[in-house]
């Protein structure tokens, strides 16, 4: 089944707290689910927002690039930082309306744990490829990302 995601008005912030953006759902402040942290993930990459995809992290949330290794969570918001310079000059400046787009999100929820595939893509470069995203009501427990490019030779 496929995770379809809205990021327009979903979020609401309450209030930064040691560099932690806390986000309340508009329908009450109810607890998020697997699916409400994916959402606000997701949300934070298409938007570029470190702080956004950060709060929608688990404690022990890890992220592997294979160009830069495994980040963890207090080392996410450099890595966020020097991908977003890359990508500002490849573009040479010229401003695109989302950071990242995500598409064909495939979700499989098993065993308490929500797993997502998804296609990935930096509008204005080259630079695409595919994300493996677990997540438990906790938060994203852990992405792994693969770039899609032609083969030397």
């Not at 409400?36 to 592997?64: E, P, R, S």
């Not at 598409?103 to 065993?111: D, F, I, L, P, Q």
């Not at 893509?121 to 995203?133: A, K, M, W, Y």
Request: proline residues 3%; negative net charge.
């Amino acid at each position: 089944m496929a995770l379809k995601v809205h990021f327009e008005d979903i979020w609401k912030c309450r209030s930064p707290c040691d560099n932690v953006l806390f986000l309340d759902k508009v329908d009450g402040g109810k607890i998020m689910s697997s699916a409400d942290h994916l959402g606000a993930y997701a949300g934070g990459f298409t938007n570029g927002d470190a702080a956004t995809i950060l709060a929608a992290a688990a404690d022990g949330f890890v992220f592997d690039d294979p160009n830069a290794g495994r980040i963890a969570k207090g080392d996410f918001a450099a890595y966020f930082a020097q991908l977003k310079e890359t990508v500002d000059t490849i573009r040479g400046g010229t401003p695109q309306q989302n950071f990242m787009d995500l598409t064909e999100v495939v979700t499989n929820e098993e065993g308490g744990v929500l797993t997502a595939w998804c296609w990935w893509s930096i509008p204005g470069t080259d630079i695409q490829g595919s994300g493996l995203i677990k997540v438990s009501d906790d938060g994203v427990v852990s992405e792994r990302i693969t770039y899609y490019t032609a083969l030397a030779g």
